[in-house]
Structure formats: structure tokens, C-alpha cells
């Protein structure tokens, strides 16, 4: 495919130039790591452009870093929140949420990996790594969007999504158990964007009181693994670009996916073109888009500040819907919506440093 889809399996660093040395070797031996600033969008892409120490490259001022990361971040769930409401619609025309979540991620996957090959991004990855790539492709990508959806469909979204972002204070927890600084304005921020999340989802609505149970189990679930979804992005973006977390996440998600229902089962023929279109536009404004600027944020900035970031999305859901479908938008949505804001400025003007979150 010209592009460096292959497992490593330990040896020398890459030559510079792009070559190996040695004679040519399996998909199941070959080695050749991931620089770490290589998934940046700025960053070289070809075969090996040589590791992150080289002299010659300048590492991107700290401001800037932590700006792109803030700005990935929001712009995802920007694009997650509009998802969200084009994902509701499909399901009340009548498209299961699990065969929706697979179509997701069976096209996701064809989008990226016809892109990284085509433009010759170097994928390889260690064998070591495989189990933390299955994880994070099978049970973060495959399973956070699944679970949402089987909640979204029990309970209102924005419910969901306040549960559901409870996530970033379970990484801040982490992260402090992990031995990491976390300031008292950072836990300030966590507090203020879920209490604003909470009231921006509309989800202080009597009318909510009666919800289903197995709704809110599900959407409790995707919290944890909306957690494990950032932790592992984190830690596999210190050594590996965003295109790899891309094509071997979502490829994993797919093997996943193949185990359980098999894509050819999936309604080609009963699908009408109305609901292609809907797929289609949750896979670009869904998926491919927010899934690749969030995994390119967790490479700049910590995966907790990120997730403080993610809960801009019911901000936007909330004005998404009253654009395009009518909703009503009270005025105690919109103070929600700017307590996010505030959360997530506090965060922001905290620079986070080698042994802080």
C-alpha cells in the first residue's frame, strides 16, 4: 500500500534515510519507532524522519504547544457535539445504534488507512505494543462509541453526556494516584465544567427524573471508558504519531467488530440513501475528524486537560439542536455553557510541566 503497515519486533534504530539494515524482513519482525513529535500536523511524513533529539529540529515553544493542543481539543468537540445530533437523528429514522457504531468504524478505518497509505505515513509499530493497541482499539474507539449510543438511546444526550464527562475528573484521580501534581485550580476547572456541563445538557430537567436504569449503568460505564480511551491515547502518543494511534486503533476496532457481527452482515441493501448520507456524516463529523484533532491534542497537552477540554461538546450539542431542530435553549443552558467556558479557561491558563497533569 506504500505506507509502513508493519508490527517490529525489536532491534536497531531506523537509518535516517528511510532504510533498514539487514535483509527484508516479515510484517511480524520488522522494527522502526515512532519519533515522538511525529503525529504532530506539522510534523515530516515519509518513511523514518529521524528521532525527536535530532539537534536540527527545534520542539515547539510551550505556549504554542498547549494553544494547538486546546484548540484540537475544543474544535473535537465541536464536531463531536454536531455528531451527536446527526447520530440522534439516524436512530430515529430508524438505524440501530450498534450497527451505526460498526459502520463508524469499519468506514473510519477505510478512510484513514486509504489517506496515511497513500500519502506514505510510516505506521510500524512494536510487537510489545500489540496488547495496548488492542485495548485501545477494541474497548476505547469501539467501545465508547457503542455504549454511548445503547445509552443515547435509553436516555436523553444530554444525560448522557454529563455522566459520560465525569470521565476527566476519573483521569485527574488517576493522575494524582499515579504520583502527578494536581493543582487545586485544576480540580477548581474539573469541578466548574462538569457542574456547567450538567446545566448546559439541560439535564436539571424534571421531566428526567424518570430515566432508565440500564441507561445510566451504560452511560456510567462509558465514563471509565471515556477515561481509557485519553489514558491510553497518552501514553501510546508518547511513542507512536497520530495516524498510527489512527489506523491500528481503529483496525483493532474492527477486528473487534468482525468477532461479534461480521461487516458483510451489516444492512447494505436495506439502507436507504437517506441513511447512507446520515452514516456518512457521522463518520466525517463524527469520527474522523474529532477522533484524529483528540488524539492529536493528547500529544500536546495532558489527556485529563484534554478531557476538561471534551466538555465543551454539550455546549455545542445544546446550540446545535436549537439551530437545526428547534430545541428550546433556556437562558440557565446558556450560564452552563459559559461555566464550561470558565472551567475550561481556568485549566487553560495553568501550564502544565514533567510532573503535573
Known sequence: MGSRLTVDAGGAEPDPTG????????????????????????????????????????????????GLGYTFALTAAAFFGVGGIIAKAAFNSGVQPSILAEWRVLFAFLVFISIFAGLRFDLRIRRADLPLFAVFGVV??????????????????????????TGPVLLLMYARLRGRSVGRRLWIAAALAVVGCFFAAGAYDARLRELNALGLALAAMDAFIFALYFALGERLGKTYSTPTLLVWGFGFAL????????????????????????????????????????????????AARVGLAATFEPVVAAIAAWIALGEHLDPVQIAGGVVVLVGIAIAQSLRPTATSV
Open 140 to 165: 476505547g474507539l469501539a467501545g465508547v462509541s457503542l455504549i454511548y449510543y445503547e445509552a443515547i438511546k435509553r436516555i436523553p444526550v444530554g444525560v448522557a453526556l454529563v455522566i459520560e464527562y
Open 19 to 66: 532504510s533498514t539494515a539487514g535483509p527484508t524482513e516479515t510484517l511480524s519482525t520488522r522494527r522502526s519507532p515512532q519519533p515522538q513529535w511525529a503525529g504532530d500536523p506539522s510534523a515530516a511524513r515519509g518513511p523514518s524522519v529521524g528521532p525527536a533529539t535530532d539537534p536540527s529540529v527545534e520542539p515547539a515553544p510551550a505556549s504554542l504547544r498547549v
Open 255 to 302: 477486528v473487534g467488530w468482525s468477532v461479534v457481527h461480521p461487516p458483510w452482515l451489516l444492512p447494505w441493501a436495506d439502507t436507504t440513501a437517506d441513511g447512507y448520507i446520515q452514516i456518512a456524516a457521522v463518520v466525517v463529523i463524527a469520527t474522523v475528524i474529532p477522533f484524529a484533532l483528540t488524539l492529536a491534542a493528547v500529544r500536546l497537552i495532558p
